[in-house]
């Protein structure tokens, strides 16, 4: 069965420093994404930064990149020059392929500081 | 493209009360998806569809119906209100099983 664990309740980051939210995942399917969301206080999801399990390389998008490290089973969103628009809960998703389901992390409320 | 858009945005209903939670999507996504989101919790599964006239259920479906005509319309039924069920709907919508899925803005329901 797949499992998304998200150790860190809530993190509280100066602004333009980078910041490291975790996720680390279990599954025995050979084959899966790994999906990162935001979501601001006013409550809509946002997709962030996709990584699939067969990637050579760390998935980047724009400020947002994916530390993929596939025999820890973790999956790292780095935030680099962080700003007070991050402020938001982050979630970790994944999907085993063929099987409908994303099963989501409980989440990181990441809090910038000016 | 307005992308995937729900209706209401907020609604209170009585225990037992019906009500019909609305979704579109305008991107000619065949999958679609209904999670709730329950306080200090991630999103789970309600129901999902790979396309028009197929539905299937998710981790939580009791208490929940869903269909599907049309591509755009994911409409979620709620037919005997009940406390447990007061939370977030979100409707999402994906290309395909394995991209990244567009999400609604979510409508906030409170059973009481």
């Known amino acids: ?18 910041v490291t939210l975790d ?13 990162w969301y935001k979501q601001p206080s006013s409550g809509e999801m946002i997709f962030l930064i996709y990584q699939g399990s067969y ?3 760390n998935a980047t998008e724009g400020r947002y990149s994916l530390n993929f490290q596939k025999a820890r089973k973790s999956a790292n969103l ?3 020059a962080s700003q007070l628009g991050d402020s938001a809960m982050y979630f970790c998703a ?14 990181t409320r990441l809090t910038i500081i000016p | 493209n307005a992308g995937v858009t729900q209706t209401p945005k907020f609604r209170i209903l009585k225990i037992g009360q019906s009500m ?16 709730r989101q329950d306080p ?27 269909s599907r005509s049309t591509t755009e319309d994911f409409p ?29 803005p979510g409508t906030r329901l409170t059973v009481t």
């Open chain 1, 1 to 18: 069965a797949q499992k998304i664990t998200q150790t860190q309740p809530g993190m509280f980051v100066q602004e333009k420093e980078a």
């Open chain 1, 23 to 35: 996720c680390t995942y279990d599954t025995s399917d050979p084959s899966y994404g790994l999906f």
């Open chain 1, 55 to 57: 990637d050579q390389q």
């Open chain 1, 78 to 80: 780095v935030i680099s």
């Open chain 1, 94 to 107: 994944m999907r085993e392929f063929g099987n409908e389901k994303l099963t989501f992390g409980t989440g």
């Open chain 2, 20 to 35: 019909t939670l609305q979704c579109t999507q305008d991107m000619n996504h065949n999958y679609m998806y209904w999670y």
């Open chain 2, 40 to 66: 200090g919790m991630g999103l789970k599964l309600i129901y999902y569809s790979v396309g028009a006239g197929i539905t299937d259920k998710g981790e939580v479906p009791n208490g929940y119906n869903v």
């Open chain 2, 76 to 104: 979620l039924r709620l037919e005997l209100a009940a406390p447990s069920q007061t939370s977030v709907y979100f409707c999402a919508s994906s290309y395909k099983l394995v991209h990244e899925q567009y999400f609604g």
